[in-house]
């Protein structure tokens, strides 16, 4: 049987990956040099703003406190991220690829919140539309030259 704790915990661990990837394109629009792409992580930096106020919004109307943190991993492979493109250069394939990377974790994320059979049903609505919708983004980034992780 589903809790609003539980529920909230879930929302609140989902939101941490979406900051993330918040923060990810962020860093992906300050480092391209390509204003197509730019334009592009500059739309997805606002989508992933709208996902976690939406999952914020849930979490709060379920006891949860807002979640404004991200995740330990994220913060971790961003650290990488920087130390690897002082060194390389901030090319495009490379920026793409982190893209990538960083949307497969976020499926994952959405993939283990719906996993776990407690979300209400207006709260799972809303995850599975994110989660397509993540989908989506990560097609795109692959057919704009990123490369998929094992």
Excluded at 29 to 48: C, F, I, M, N, R
Excluded at 66 to 94: C, F, H, I, N, P
Excluded at 100 to 119: M, R, T
């Amino acid at each position: 049987m589903a809790t609003a704790s539980n529920t909230a915990d879930t929302l609140n661990e989902l939101t941490q990956f979406v900051n993330d990837r918040i923060e990810g394109y962020k860093t992906a629009a300050d480092d391209t040099k390509d204003p197509q792409h730019k334009a592009y992580y500059q739309e997805l930096v606002g989508q992933s703003q709208q996902f976690a106020n939406e999952l914020n919004g849930f979490a709060r109307s379920y006891g949860g406190d807002q979640e404004t943190s991200t995740t330990a991993k994220g913060k971790l492979y961003r650290g990488w991220m920087d130390v690897k493109s002082a060194v390389t250069g901030k090319d495009e394939k490379a920026i793409l690829d982190s893209n990538v990377y960083g949307e497969e974790w976020a499926l994952k994320a959405y993939k283990d919140a719906l996993d776990n059979g407690d979300l209400p049903q207006p709260v799972r609505e809303a995850v599975e539309r994110q989660y397509a919708t993540s989908q989506q983004t990560y097609n795109k980034l692959k057919g704009m030259g990123g490369e998929s992780h094992p």
